[in-house]
């Protein structure tokens, strides 16, 4: 029996061990790198879109992706460019620029934790450190698009003409509103 309880104690120090150390090379993913932002102006570090009005009916758009996809980046700012063609009164924009403005990053992250456990009975010692590099690299799609907006039918020869309503009330069931009451416009 005394031999039972002195072999359970070793192989519960044991596990206890082997716990600690699988644990201790578990890391927490970086929440910022991780996060997607919804649809919304730029919002401190939840990305968003951007635009400056250049003259009477030429705009810049930007959306800054923070983490997004390029497709979804993408459509955010179609999405953003028929919004303000329809918003300003307009029925339909074209493209007249445009710029992907990919962002690279890198990040690496450190630890060394240690470990150390004693026993009773036969007595049991045991100890365990764990180094850990891991470098992530992240690109953040921030496409930009120069529209000129404009009233009337949309002219079905230029393949860089879109219209607002159109694309509003076709994009808007794959858009991520911030805000639900964004979604009711």
Not at 71 to 79: G, M, P, S, T
Not at 140 to 163: L, M, R, S
Request: charged share 25%.
């Amino acid at each position: 029996m005394q031999r039972d309880i002195v072999r359970f104690e070793h192989l519960a120090l044991f596990m206890l061990l082997i716990m600690a150390t699988t644990f201790n090379g578990c890391y927490l993913l970086d929440l910022f790198h991780s996060f997607h932002p919804d649809y919304g102006p730029v919002a401190d570090w939840h990305g968003g879109y951007e635009d400056v009005q250049i003259d009477k009916n030429t705009h810049r758009v930007r959306y800054y992706g923070m983490g997004l996809a390029q497709e979804r980046a993408e459509r955010y700012l179609i999405y953003r460019c028929a919004e303000l063609t329809v918003a300003q009164g307009y029925d339909y924009f074209i493209i007249i620029d445009q710029a992907d403005d990919p962002q690279t990053e890198s990040s690496v992250t450190n630890s060394t934790t240690s470990q150390s456990a004693s026993g009773t009975g036969f007595s049991a010692t045991g100890a365990s450190v764990t180094s850990r590099s891991n470098v992530q690299t992240y690109t953040y799609y921030n496409p930009v698009k120069t529209i000129k907006v404009f009233k009337g039918k949309k002219p079905e020869d230029n393949f860089k003409a879109y219209d607002g309503r159109e694309v509003t009330a076709t994009l808007a069931p794959k858009i991520e509103f911030r805000d639900s009451t964004d979604a009711a416009r």
